[in-house]
């Protein structure tokens, strides 16, 4: 059985993070959809528990795609997969040089685990989010960046952040 491991912070989920998800989850038998905590982000929107939710109603149409947390290196989290292959999005070339350096770092700490790039769809290499939280911290209409399911959501939690 392939096992893909797609790991972000996803803070929050995208229609871009969706379609890389989606992709990879017609290529691999198996996906976990791993929600990491990023320690160079400092003040996340969305707790990993909340946003461990937004993934998992985001995916739940996928039969073969499972969400989680970690909060260790990807490289020891995907240990307990054997043979997965770490699959990452990217949207620009200064998407490339970030995540070839990690997969460099996920490599020196285990040399069997391997990283495969998927090019974002051509409607979605503007999308991040940061993007999503910018626009929905004043008001921005969010429809066909996240999914229509997590808008009021999105929506509602940026409000709260904005008042901080």
């Known amino acids: ?23 990879t989850a017609q290529i691999f038998d198996e996906v976990v959809v791993v ?38 290196l990807l490289a020891e989290y995907a240990r ?7 699959v990452k999005g990217l949207r620009a070339a200064s998407d490339f040089e ?23 769809s051509g409607k979605y290499t503007f999308l991040s989010s940061s993007v999503v939280r910018e626009m929905a911290m004043y008001g921005a209409d969010l429809t066909g960046l996240v999914p229509n399911e997590l808008i009021d959501m999105i929506k509602e939690k940026a ?3 904005r008042n901080k």
């Open 80 to 86: 307990q997969y054997e043979g997965a292959v770490i």
């Open 159 to 161: 409000k709260v952040w």
């Open 1 to 23: 059985m392939s096992i893909a491991i797609c790991p972000g912070s996803f803070d929050p989920i995208t229609l871009g993070h969706l379609n890389i998800i989606r992709r």
């Open 98 to 120: 970030y995540e070839f350096q990690m997969n460099l770092i996920n490599k020196q700490i285990r040399p069997e685990l391997e990283t495969m790039f998927l090019t974002a």
């Open 35 to 72: 929600i990491m905590q990023n320690s160079t982000k400092k003040s996340p929107m969305f707790t990993v528990e909340e946003r461990v939710e937004m993934v998992r109603k985001a995916t739940e149409r996928y039969g073969n795609v499972k969400v989680d947390s970690s909060d260790i």
